[in-house]
């Protein structure tokens, strides 16, 4: 066999190997094909090229810093941002000029970490980052290779300041029933009532003596409020009989006093013909001045006793008014130390979080988030612990009190990877 023969069948083998070689990295690479698809060169990835016509061309090529890369013939080209796809199709495109058969050009990533597909974990987890994705997980997949849900290791002395904010929390809880409680009495007193009832929330028989006392105090203060208007409505009922005696005896006396001056103008006349003594006419007169003065007095014991009267009224409305307008302080008070209760209380139960969440799984729970990036924005929406991720997935781990709160659409676990529809995308929050 002759130098050249040797030559072109070594040429021949080493291609043949080269393909052997491609092929078991196209094997090993199946998983990562689809991500390959879609993903878009930086700089520091390496690439696999393959050329059957021109063995000295196949090479790997890592991309610089500015992403470029250089290759014989082809010259220097930008290829950050590009595919693996596009890359090939401009390698053959700038190849092609120097060959007269097709170009049987292959481009292919090189495996690193920086472009398998991958998911971020964040939030409550025991160590939050990047991990590498796996075909088939799920939310629970992803809390378990992120370490599983946090939860802080308690000295002695948190859990004795933890054992403290629960006995505080306990205090608080019926210090708050109490004040709706005081609420609910003070508003039925403002409206006259005399009785309350007790407020949604308050287990009744967690306060029942505290209730009892209320309503003992409720049907107290209701009486002595009863009592005072009753003696008013008494009193003005003896002023008022008073009144029409003394109106009666004014009357009568009016009339003795019209008779005695009839009586005087006729004496009068039988003065003056001689008939009767001019101390006939004296005599009346003194009687009629005697009358007046009486008709005077009773006069004026009627006004002291309608005035009595107003001054009685005014007296209790005056009571009245005193008495609402300390009930409206009282009221006004009392909610003021509600809301601080409850503020005080938030804080403690945000503690308490911070101290160890399973000592408050009875008002928090655990909540999960995914936000899936898509072209220029986010889906972010709630998910189960069985909820199917995909490679770019962020998975963020939060406790929330169990309040209401906006319920976003819960993904379905889908039988093959595809794009979550049916929610509105958000301004983007695709994690660096």
Known sequence: ???????????????????????????????????????????????????????????????????????????????????????????????????????????????????????????????????????????????????????????????????????LLANGEKRLSELNIIIARLNAQIAGETEFTIPSGVEAADVASFVSRERALLAMQSNSVRSQQDALLRMTAINEDSIAAVKDQISSVEQRIGLAKERMSATATLVERGVVQASSVREIEVNIVEMEGSLSQLRTTLAMQRAAILTEQNRVDLLTQDFQLGLTTQLSAVEREREELREEMANYHETMELYEPAATAGQSRLRYEIIRPTEGASLDVDATEQTMILPGDLIRVSRSTLMPQPILPVLEAPSAPEAISGTSPVASSEPS
């Not at 390959?36 to 390496?46: I, T």
């Not at 991990?131 to 809390?143: D, E, K, N």
């Open 1 to 167: 066999m002759s130098a050249a023969a040797r030559i072109s069948k070594l040429g021949l083998l080493k291609m043949c190997a080269t393909m052997v070689v491609s092929l078991i990295v196209a094997l090993l690479e199946a998983p990562s094909a689809l991500a390959q698809s879609s993903y878009k060169l930086q700089p520091g990835d390496a690439i696999e090229i393959w050329m059957a016509q021109y063995s000295d061309l196949t090479r790997q090529v890592t991309l610089a810093p500015d992403g470029w890369i250089s290759l014989p013939l082809a010259g220097a080209m930008q290829a950050q941002g590009m595919t693996i796809e596009n890359l090939q199709i401009a390698l053959v495109e700038r190849l092609q000029p120097f060959f007269n058969d097709d170009v049987g050009l292959n481009v292919s990533l090189v495996p690193s970490e920086r472009n398998q597909p991958s998911i971020f974990v964040a939030g409550d987890v025991e160590t939050p980052g990047l991990y590498q994705y796996r075909p088939g997980m799920t939310v629970l997949h992803a809390i378990s290779v992120a370490g599983g849900i946090y939860r802080p290791t308690m000295t002695p002395a948190d859990q004795d300041r933890s054992m403290e904010i629960e006995n």
